[in-house]
C-alpha cells in the first residue's frame, strides 16, 4: 500500500481489480476541510479516463509494472509483434490490449508495461512522424485565419494538415491527439 500524497504522473496502482496508471495529480487543501489528492488515472484494461478523490491519509495498493523497450516488427489481423533488442526474443502482443495501435510503425521502438508475464499497456511517444499519402490540392484564398486540409497519412489515420504540406512530405502528429503539431 502506497499513501495518495506519494501518487505522481506514470506511477501504477490497483482499486476494486482494476489497475490505473496516474496521467496527471492534484493535491488540494481547502481552508476548514482536510487536504484532497485528486488524480485523471487511465483504465488500463479499458483505456478509459477517470477522475478520482482520495483523503490526502488514504492509500492505495501498489502495483509493481515492468517496463520494457521493445521493437515494433509487423502486427496481423489481431496480434501484434514485438522484439527485445538485447536478446532477441519476440513478444506477441494482442491488438486488444493495444488501444491506439494505429501508430505503430516498423522498426520503431516503444516502452512496453507488463504485469508479470502479461502485457498491459503499450507507451507511445507524444509526438511521431509520418509521411502523408494523399491530401487535397493547396487552394488559397482570402482568409484571416489558418486554414487546414484534409490528409492521409501512411498509417491510414486522418487528420487536417496546413496548405503548405503536400502528399509526400513527412508530418510529425501529436499521438495523445492524433493532430498534426509540426513539419518534420
Known amino acids: 500500500m502506497i499513501p495518495v500524497t506519494s501518487l505522481r504522473s506514470g506511477i501504477t496502482f490497483r ?10 495529480y492534484s493535491h488540494l487543501h481547502l481552508r476548514k476541510t482536510s487536504a484532497v489528492v485528486k488524480v485523471k488515472a487511465r ?31 509487423y502486427k496481423d489481423a489481431d496480434s501484434a ?28 521502438s516503444f516502452t512496453i508495461s507488463f504485469l508479470g508475464e502479461d502485457p498491459i499497456a503499450v507507451a507511445f511517444p507524444p509526438k511521431m512522424d509520418f509521411k502523408v499519402t494523399e491530401t487535397g490540392p493547396s487552394v488559397r484564398g482570402n482568409s484571416a485565419t489558418n486554414v487546414f486540409k484534409d490528409a492521409t497519412l501512411e498509417n491510414g489515420l486522418k487528420t487536417k ?3 503548405f504540406v503536400d502528399a509526400g512530405d513527412i508530418i510529425r502528429v501529436d499521438t495523445r491527439t492524433g493532430e498534426y503539431s509540426e513539419k518534420a
Not at 17 to 22: E, K, N, S, T, Y
Not at 57 to 72: G, R, Y
Request: no cysteine; net charge negative; hydrophobic share 40%.
Open 43 to 73: 483504465n488500463i484494461r479499458n483505456g478509459s479516463l477517470v477522475e478520482k478523490s482520495f483523503g490526502s491519509n488514504a492509500k492505495v495498493n501498489d502495483v509493481h509494472v515492468e517496463k520494457k523497450d521493445l521493437q515494433f516488427l
Open 81 to 108: 509483434y514485438f522484439m527485445n533488442p538485447t536478446t532477441f526474443d519476440q513478444i506477441t502482443i494482442p491488438l486488444s490490449v493495444i488501444l491506439d495501435y494505429q501508430y505503430l510503425k516498423e522498426g520503431a
Open 15 to 24: 482499486e476494486d481489480g482494476d489497475i490505473f496508471v496516474i496521467v496527471s
Open 161 to 163: 494538415i496546413p496548405l
